[in-house]
């Protein structure tokens, strides 16, 4: 006749999982309950807390929408979006890092020339972005498939603005390598912005009074046959966030030193109209296999 | 710079509630911090894994109504409100054991005289319980106010049916010891009885070959002025879910052995229609102070 104790109770609550057919999930249940048992033991959960954390996650639920996912900007503040990349990520010595996808990559995007300007004429700084995508050995990869992404200068993506549909994509782009593995191409700079807060997640990194912002970023989510897609943002050196990203995506290696030119001609030869930024960066791919992310849901980045 | 590896990750979110101005919030964020991230480290969780348990928790917040609360259900399943309960009541040596106040209690019910039949004429089983109100020594408890609340004959509370509203209260009241602690009353025979499991928290039991059933039992709130209020459930021997209760709230010490009886009079004198059952119950108060629980929304129990 069952008379828990507070640890009986867990090892009862783990053994209602033994019948699981799917062995990972058995796995997955059997640890989350002791997991959670054990965070209730060792802090004594109160009924108010429990009833608190009831109604923020209901909430947290009922935030969410097909445009809007409470949940993934929860994970992302709680370092669990990173974390979960950390695990998948284990053994890339000598490969670029990477970091979250994020919610604002909408798919593959269409293909642009060499040298084009993705800022569809949106204010903002001029920068010149060159990439060159290699292998380990540093040999360069020709035809890989390159998707660039980022925000404008107040922050915001193209697909969180009202009009995206009928306007179109700007400030994304999809590229292919050239024979030395470079790709170039013409955008603003990009700047630092807050993750939405008018949501629970908002309320709880406000009561802990944490910031709301994630540093300066453009995303590249670059393929070529052979080697495992890689998922990376390149963050801008001297951004005031790169430290305290509310997302914990920064690693220092993705930091480009993004340097402010003076020059009259931008590399590929054209007409500068005033003083521009120049980002550089060089990837270097894990051979591999692997099909490129889905699109998520919004959430943050 | 950031560079942070599997455990860096960690430690960097967890300091970064240490601005958190209410200090039990901050701790209860940091140890949250841990705990998930030693989840996903010692799992190995993938991307796969982490989109379903988003997609999953988003479903669960978005099923709740008023009426309806999933997530309670989720913490009942996982054991999780169980062991809230046994770490708030951690010394209670010799007195009753508490179990969930659950999502059926609808706040102070309407005092009715000893000996009433809170059954308002639905079919089942006659049954008559007694019970006695005593402190630790077994001194009674005079006017001590006494809630009781259980399922019908086909498993369904009061308010989980249409038209509770206008229809009122059945199968719930209260009552108020005498000078010698006892309570009686007349009723039906509850039944075992499923959870909701038309939601995602129904898919997850039902996926890991677990039953959605709580076993028969009456529950039971029970206050007065220099005693903890008391809230728990009496069980019927002899049902078959007693060792396997979804909730996992079945106690020992809370099972009645609820007799089958011929006796052509009741214990109050009154002439039995044919069988009834007897259920009868001492229950000992411990001793303090604390306010009644207020009613929950409807989870599970």
């Known amino acids: 006749m069952p008379q828990f104790d507070e640890t009986d109770l867990t090892e009862a609550v783990v ?3 033994d019948e699981t057919p799917d062995p990972r999930m058995k796995l997955l249940m059997r640890e989350l309950v002791r997991s959670l048992h054990d965070y209730v033991r060792r802090t004594g959960l109160t009924f108010e807390e429990w009833e608190k954390a009831i109604d923020f996650l209901t909430r947290t639920g009922q935030k969410s929408t097909p445009s809007r996912q409470e949940f993934i900007l929860l994970s992302d503040v709680l370092g669990v979006s990173m974390l979960v990349d950390a695990v998948n990520h284990r053994d890339r010595a000598g490969a670029t890092q990477t970091t979250v996808l994020g919610p604002f990559y909408v798919g593959e995007h269409k293909q642009m020339p060499h040298g084009a300007d993705i800022s569809e004429g949106l204010d903002g700084e001029p920068m010149y972005v060159q990439a060159r995508i290699t292998d380990l050995d540093g040999a360069p990869i020709a035809q890989a498939l390159v998707d660039v992404w980022h925000a404008d200068d107040d922050g915001f993506y193209d697909s969180q603005k009202p ?5 179109g994509p700007s400030l994304r782009a999809r590229f292919a390598t050239d024979a030395d593995g470079r790709i170039a191409f013409r955008t603003i700079l990009p700047c630092s912005y807050p993750i939405p807060i008018d949501g629970p997640v908002g309320d709880l990194i406000l009561a802990a009074r944490r910031h709301p ?9 670059i393929s070529a046959p052979g080697f495992e897609p890689l998922v990376t943002h390149v963050f801008i050196e001297g951004d005031k ?3 305290t990203d509310i997302v914990f995506g920064v690693k220092e290696e993705l930091i480009s030193n993004v340097e402010l030119r003076n020059d009259a001609v931008m590399p590929d030869g054209r007409e500068a109209s005033g003083p521009w930024h120049w980002m550089t960066y060089e990837f270097r791919l894990k051979p591999g296999q692997g099909a490129a992310p889905r699109p998520m849901m919004a959430g943050t980045v």
Not at 213 to 221: D, E, G, S, W
């Open 15 to 17: 053994k209602s999982f």
């Open 163 to 167: 009009g995206y549909a009928e306007r």
């Open 213 to 221: 912002m994630r540093p300066a970023h453009v995303h590249f989510l």
């Open 241 to 243: 966030y790169l430290e």
